[in-house]
């Protein structure tokens, strides 16, 4: 049997380089189950894996994209610790943009059946980084006062819902004003534009209590926007780079106001955290998307045979994610 995948052979710009092509579906060897891709995410991490920027690359040729949600279809021998229809994370490892893979059983993440699959489809890589970004990097209070830029990404929005669940404030950059309607509907407490020179003016909106967090995923203006407005021995994680440039860091700032600058991957940490420690994370992600806590926009869905229209409609200003479906 034959199915469709998207992949490269060589690194280079997606729209160049990636085609749609005919492979051997896989077949599940003693061990093994073979997923059905229900649905797959288009990240901006996929343009760096496409593209050979990225921090980890996949050998060529390679089926690219990283998230996807599917549901068990085959099982391989001596498999008894799921059942065909199981919905699962599509394996990422492969390639997600593929109609099938084969994973080890062992490795399985199920999703509950309350989670609905186009949540499911973006749960994988953004709301965990979102919730190890509030949860483990700072030792944060209820009514602590957060900050970030990309306000309107999914990081950014699940950052929001989350802060909003945990009892933390959130203060939101974007660069466009269409954004700070939806995003205040969705429990953003202030959201402010981006070079407006608003962080001269940030303990107004916080009433002089302070931030002692940064997430930047954007880099240039908008990350040093928030050091000026982080308090005295506050950090700035960086965990993306949007515009491509370096992260500058005003050095007044790191010795007057002890500011610390650190860094945050989360397909590293999930390493750290091993199977069971990703499991624990993605429960509570699974239980916040179950309850309607954390509810993420998509903005369209393509078929695979067209792919080049996701990709460049995910590069376009948009509130919420492209899906690829089979
Ligand atoms: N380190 C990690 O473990 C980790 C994990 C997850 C995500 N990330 C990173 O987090 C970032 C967000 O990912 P996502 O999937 O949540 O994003 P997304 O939903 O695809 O949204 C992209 C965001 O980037 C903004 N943007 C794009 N180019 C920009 C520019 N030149 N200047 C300012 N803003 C720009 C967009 O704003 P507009 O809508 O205005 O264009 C939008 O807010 C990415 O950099 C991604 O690689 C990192």
């Known amino acids: 049997m034959q199915q469709f995948a998207i992949r490269h052979h060589s690194f280079g710009d997606p729209s160049e380089v990636l085609k749609l092509e005919t492979i051997d579906q896989p077949e599940p060897k003693a061990g093994e189950v073979r997923v059905r891709l229900e649905a797959a995410a288009v990240n901006p991490s996929d343009y760096g894996m496409i593209g050979g920027s990225y921090g980890r690359l996949r050998e060529l040729p390679a089926v690219a994209g990283r998230e996807g949600v599917g549901t068990v279809d085959a099982l391989g021998a001596g498999v008894d610790s799921v059942s065909v229809g199981t919905r699962v994370r599509f394996p990422g ?139 005295d021995g506050g950090t700035q994680v960086t965990f993306g780079g949007m515009v491509g440039d370096k992260v500058r860091f005003p050095t007044r700032f790191l010795i007057f106001n002890d500011v610390r600058m650190v860094g945050f991957w989360w397909d590293r940490y999930a390493r750290r955290l091993g199977h069971d420690g990703v499991r624990e ?18 903005e369209s869905q393509y078929p695979f045979s067209e792919y080049g229209l996701a990709i460049k409609h995910a590069n376009q200003p948009r509130l919420g994610k492209v899906l690829l479906v089979p």
């Open 93 to 231: 490892e492969d390639g997600a943009w593929q109609v099938s893979a084969c994973v080890d059983a062992s490795e399985l993440l199920i999703v509950p059946p309350e989670v609905p699959v186009e949540q499911a489809a973006i749960s994988f890589i953004n709301p965990p980084t979102a919730y190890c970004l509030l949860k483990k990097m700072v030792d944060l209070q209820p009514g602590d006062w957060i900050l970030q830029n990309a306000g309107n990404s999914a990081v950014g929005l699940s950052v929001i819902q989350m802060a909003k669940a945990f009892g933390l404030k959130t203060i939101s950059q974007v660069r466009r004003e269409e954004l700070i309607a939806p995003l205040e509907a969705m429990g953003a407490d202030h959201v402010v534009m981006e070079g407006t020179g608003w962080a001269k003016g940030v303990s107004e909106i916080t009433r002089g209590a302070p931030i002692r967090l940064a997430l930047n995923s954007i880099g240039g203006e908008s990350a040093t926007d928030q050091i000026k407005a982080l308090s």
């Open 281 to 298: 994370v993605m429960q509570a992600v699974f239980a916040m998307m179950a309850d309607g806590t954390l509810s993420l926009p998509i």
